[in-house]
């Protein structure tokens, strides 16, 4: 009997233990998917920084979704892609829901038609053009370095198509282990992650999209892959699936991030 206070106190030390790493468990980013629509533009004649800036500051004081989680914008970075001078406007919501009822707010708010006809010679986007995606972030921006503060980043995005009798559950199944590998390999300092992004309206499609901080961290981080990545996941990607052989290529900017509402970004002169 004389153990009996020691052996309560291992117990509840143990069960301690047990509840402190449970609760300091960081949740995987696979586990979350978002509803993202990406919506084709086309820049106009006055496009350029100054009038991006004083456009996007604007259009951040219209916005009222809760549920917007962020918006990204993609303009090309070469004459090669596969729709010319299309940029695009990525728009990641908690739910199709959600954003069906803001667009349906959106279009019925006369702010925001103003708003669109004074930058219409800036930047013109066609909302009723959307294509939905289910989307998944195997890993965070942050992991491999911090982000530009001007929410600058450069892309890399391929279309792919399903091998016959494959979808998209046997593409998230490959991105665990794709994920381990990058970690096993040099990509430090290029602030490298990627999205899958499953379209909707047609499930034998995805895009699989690369994101760093620079054109040249991607010329790294494409060289890691060859090095010590491609041996190792190719061979299981081509099992289920096959993409273009050149992707489009995007210089791109966070426009609004909901953990950080004040964000706004700089955009380049050049």
Known sequence: MKNLPTLLLSAIFIVSCAMEETTNEVADPL???YFTEFMPCKAGPDFNAENMTTMISEWQKLLTAEDLRGVWGYAP?????SLG???WWELEWNSKEAADAAWEQWVQNEQAIAWQEKYESVLQCDGEARNSFDSVL???PTTYGETNDSGYFYSEVHVCEFNDGFSKDDAIEFLYGFRDAVAAADYSDTTYHFLNYFFQDDPSRFL?????NSKESMAKANASF????????FPLFSEFASCGLQPDLYNGFTLYWSEKKDFMPTFSSN
């Open 138 to 140: 195997p890993i965070i």
């Open 31 to 33: 586990d979350n998917q």
């Open 85 to 87: 001078d299309t940029g």
């Open 77 to 81: 970075a070469a004459d090669t892609n």
């Open 208 to 212: 699989w999209a690369n994101f760093t």
């Open 226 to 233: 060859e090095t010590s990545v491609r041996d190792k996941m």
